[in-house]
């Protein structure tokens, strides 16, 4: 295992969400342990699939002991599985664990294949989790998309760096833009929202929040976003851009008009100039005076 395959206490501690007399207690129970070498305590990624099983079965109640039992099997599938990690599932009634991957369910402790098993997922689908830092997923996301490979590759790059580090700005900024790229708006708005729940002044973000809202549906909530780009970075020209065609939509022309000219103004030679000229030179000025 290399040190790159190892995450320290307070890493497992912010990736699954425990506390640190958590982690010491469930050691103590012997239900997962870390490794050591040359004095450092680390766990690897199979260590976080057991502590994300621990966290959840804990809260249902399952006792120590058949945790015990049922985590020993877990790990021992695991290190078995000619199915890549990302495949499997973690799934429990309550009782007892399987892990599914390809559509079958095997018991753990008696590696029999389970039928008519009322399962709930566990909540955290079972990822890949290889120790390699957000940096590293994110450099890996933008070269799978700098070589023009498939946008899922990118999108699960971008995915791995947000399960070591959730907040990375750059790593949502980048995922929303891919999703909403190829029409995922939905989880777009999701990725945008994150960053803004943390960094409120942050124009790109305003910006590409309104401009995806603008394609769902929501122009006023649209250009609220928009506004606040153009606010924060008045020489944001994108964002002017898109918040006159907003404005247009919502039939407020005396500010569209406004954010044409900024455009016009920032970006003369630009791709869009030219319709924004035409926007400009299309509306008449006493239609503009009574807008809002």
């Known amino acids: 295992m290399s ?6 206490p307070e890493d497992v501690q912010r990736i699954v969400g425990l506390t640190e007399k958590q982690l010491d207690y469930w050691e103590r129970l012997r239900l997962v342990s870390p490794r050591r ?10 260590d976080l699939i057991g502590l994300r ?3 959840q079965l804990s809260a249902e109640g399952v006792p120590a002991n058949r945790l015990r039992r049922a985590l020993n099997a877990l790990r021992e599938e695991l290190s078995q599985a000619e199915a890549p990690i990302s495949e499997l599932r973690v799934l429990s009634d309550g009782k007892d664990v399987v892990v599914e991957r390809g559509g079958a369910r095997l018991e753990p402790l008696s590696g029999q294949f389970v039928l008519n098993f009322e399962t709930r997922e566990i ?5 890949v989790l290889t120790g390699h830092s957000a940096d590293d997923w994110f450099a890996a996301a933008l070269q799978y998309e700098a070589d023009g ?14 399960l070591v580090d959730p907040n990375k700005i750059e790593v949502l900024l980048n995922c929303g ?7 995922n708006l939905a989880k777009a708005t999701e990725y945008f929202q994150r960053v803004l729940a943390q960094e409120r002044a942050n124009s790109l973000a305003h910006f590409n929040l309104g401009s995806v809202l603008e394609e769902l549906g929501r122009p006023v909530l649209a250009r609220e976003h928009l506004r606040e780009a153009v606010r924060l970075n008045p020489r944001y020209a ?23 000219l900024a455009y016009v103004n920032l970006e003369p030679a630009g791709p869009w100039a030219g ?8 509306t008449d000025l006493p239609r503009f005076a009574r807008g809002r």
């Open 3 to 8: 040190a790159t395959d190892r995450f320290s």
């Open 177 to 183: 833009t891919l999703h909403y790229e190829i029409g």
């Open 53 to 55: 099983t621990v966290k």
């Open 149 to 162: 490979r498939r946008d899922t590759d990118a999108i699960d790059a971008y995915e791995r760096a947000l």
């Open 123 to 127: 909540k955290e689908q079972v990822r």
């Open 238 to 260: 994108d964002a002017h851009y898109n918040l006159a065609f907003v404005c247009e939509k919502l039939a407020s022309f005396k500010e569209a008009r406004e954010h044409w």
């Open 37 to 46: 070498d040359k004095g450092t305590r680390f766990y690897d990624f199979r």
């Open 275 to 282: 319709y924004a000229q035409k926007r400009l030179a299309a």
